[in-house]
């Protein structure tokens, strides 16, 4: 495939299905696509049979192809000539019927002949083209030929030139994502795009040099250390061109990379690697002319540079960047960014021999580096003490799952949150724990102050702003917003795909955005992800087993995720609301265990419920928890009330939910009502992956028992009474008991009876043992 050429491709089309009698000359420097743009372009028109391609023209074995190069024909008799002497011996004619003969008749597309391979078009070869393309017209032919430079001052009026410029980054990426097994990191492109000055070939030979961690950008990659033999040919004419001066301002032009040399202000080359070619050329020994060659930028093992690797999260040089002496003396900034990237990626590294690479202390002189890019700039002490406190919070949050007070940690939220100059890492930190707080709105809020563009962000800023939008996508139920911002990460670093809070994020938009089953629980590294990230990570995996059906593993699932984290990124109400969801689902009625009881305890601060999708959330966990014997009034409430709106997610979660507790308590036709609502509405909404679960849970419900006792459909007269009936009362104590006569009951009794699908009080007895509804179960 050609990409990026789109314009190129128009251009070729066009004068290969004209009628004007001129030749095309394709210019470009060797790799950067000619021969393909160029048979592209003639497929495309309909050429792929008829058009010839003539390689090797130059040389004394020239041979005609046709375009899939299936075919082909000695030429040898035919060979371009070099010399002036020699043009009037060329047959062009009798050149033209021999590939004429051979191609015979082709296809019904344009006959147009391809001389690939020209090399540098000299004055000699530029008549001997024209020559050929005078006697082509006169057998309707075209000419399109491919050559790497012009050495003619000045060509004939009828040679017309199209310039194969360098490709831009994103057509670039998908050529090296076509040939490559291996994800690219993005500024990895750019880099590559850099060094091989857009040239395909070039980029694709860098990269074949790159291991796997380069190439992702897990290690860090400043450029090559020599010339490829690629390059070499793609810059020997000019390479020979230049002179001894020229030469030597390339030999001594700084090259550091395209993000190395904006980030310095430092001019550079535009082809670097012809400037790698000046040194080798002026020789090794590092000077030319007395002056001393630019190195190209490496990655050093101080402190500065720990600090590079993980602004560029390049986390698998960590291991070989003098750890152990960084760790016992870390500087303020380097402290920072190693937790800020610790609690991102949720990576603790305490498994490293060197020790793990965190201050053991917190206070404002490495903790203001966490939340500030210039934090001399901060003069509000107030704020800097809060950021202090919140770097303690969210640290012991990391290692025990708790937050001992999580009212002081939102109001030094609130305090730390509007300040300017904020670094990413740290605003992705906040979101999170305003999120984990239930504050969703603050959390929009402090994404929305702080969105404006800066320039210089790291890659660890560029990442952290991705999954802090993901994370309260996720929070809303947004899951095409996580996925797309999921995305933008991974495509600047690949490995972030492999982190577990990112993986328990895409496993839950997954299942609501298409139904897909999460395929693995266990993680990878399982000893280096803390208690917080694993405990986030079984909350985002128990909500994905929930929305496909899978009720049981999702009890399993969120209950281990609020063992590990009772203040996940969730927040505390939905979890738990997940979590009774999961148990009315899969246990019968009046069966919750003791142990998912006790994890329901805690008592829920009405500052974490006061967001109105959070507000929904709890509404629908009390409606569930209803032991009053009406569950389905609870809910009624909860879907007509206006005061706080919720969102299309949490309806959509109420319906289901309602549908789902209904059905279970023998109101399948209320519940019924409720899947279907909820099956509209999830389509409309971009959450097709209930679909899945909605049908699993009423394939299981039909198969434990058809469509089940309608014991919600009962009226309270009849619920009194059917209680009596079931504890061995006769019609006339019942009748005693109500205040009725004797016939009344025996009416009421026999339309339950056929409400409920049985046939006498025995059916009744063995019906209410085997599923009784919530009223009864406790009566």
Known sequence: ??????????????????????????????????????????????????????????????????????????????????????????????????????????????????????????????????????????????????????????LSDDVEVLELGPLDRLPLRRVLDMELSVPVATDVVEHLRWWSAGNPRLALELAGSLSAAELCGDVAWSGPESVSSGARRAYRAMLAGLDPATMTALATAPLGGASVARRDGRATVRHPLLALLCREARGTDGHVDGRETQPVDR??????????????????????RA??????????????????????????????????????????????????REPAAVGDTAARAAGARVAEALLGLEDTGELPDPAALRADLRLLGPT????????????????????????????????????????????????????????????VDVRAHLARAAELRPSVDGWLPVRGMRAAADAVADGTVPASTVPAQAGSWSPRVLGEYAADLGAAHLVVGQAEGAVALLTIALEHCAWPYRGRVQVRCDLVEAVMASTPPGKVGPRTQRLLDPPLAPEERSAPDVAAAYTRLCALLADDGTPSAAFEAALQASTAPMSPWQRARMLVAYGRYAVTRGGRSTGDAMLDEARTLVRLAGMSGWLRGIDAFLAEADASGGTGPEWEVLGGHEREMVRLAVHGATNSQIAQATFVSERTVVNRLRRAYATLGIRDRRDLVRLAETRPPAWLAGS
């Open 1 to 154: 495939m050609v990409h990026g050429r789109d314009r190129e491709l128009r251009v070729i089309g066009h004068f290969a299905t004209d009628l004007d009698p001129t030749v095309l000359v394709v210019r470009g420097l060797s790799g950067i696509g000619k021969t393909a743009t160029v048979l592209h372009a003639l497929k495309q028109v309909g050429a792929g049979a008829s058009a010839v391609r003539v390689v090797r023209p130059c040389s004394p074995r020239p041979s005609a192809h046709d375009l899939d190069n299936s075919r082909r024909i000695d030429l040898s008799a035919w060979s371009v000539p070099d010399h002036e002497e020699h043009d009037s011996a060329f047959d062009a004619a009798g050149f033209l019927r021999a590939v004429s003969v051979w191609a015979g008749d082709g296809g019904p597309g344009p006959r147009v002949l391809f001389i690939d391979d020209v090399g540098v078009l000299t004055a000699e070869r530029a008549r001997w083209l024209q020559h050929l393309a005078d006697e082509a017209y006169g057998q309707d032919w075209r000419v399109i030929a491919a050559v790497r430079s012009i050495a003619v001052d000045q």
């Open 299 to 320: 990655v050093g093992t101080g402190p500065g540079q720990v600090a590079s690797v993980l602004d560029g999260l390049h986390l698998d040089d960590l291991p070989t």
């Open 323 to 372: 750890w152990a002496a960084v760790a016992a003396a870390p500087g303020p900034r380097l402290a920072a960014r190693a937790v800020g990237v610790s609690l991102m990626a949720g990576r603790t590294w305490r498994d490293h021999g060197g020790g793990p690479l965190v201050p053991d202390g917190v206070g404002p002189e490495w903790t203001d580096h966490l939340w500030w």
């Open 420 to 479: 300017p100059g904020q670094d990413w890492v740290g605003v992705d930190l906040q979101v999170r724990a305003l999120l984990a707080l239930g504050d969703v709105v603050g959390a929009r809020g402090l994404l929305a102050d702080h969105s404006g563009a800066t320039p210089g962000r790291t890659v660890a800023e560029i990442v952290a702003r991705d999954l802090a939008a993901a994370r309260v996508a996720a929070f809303d139920g947004r899951a």
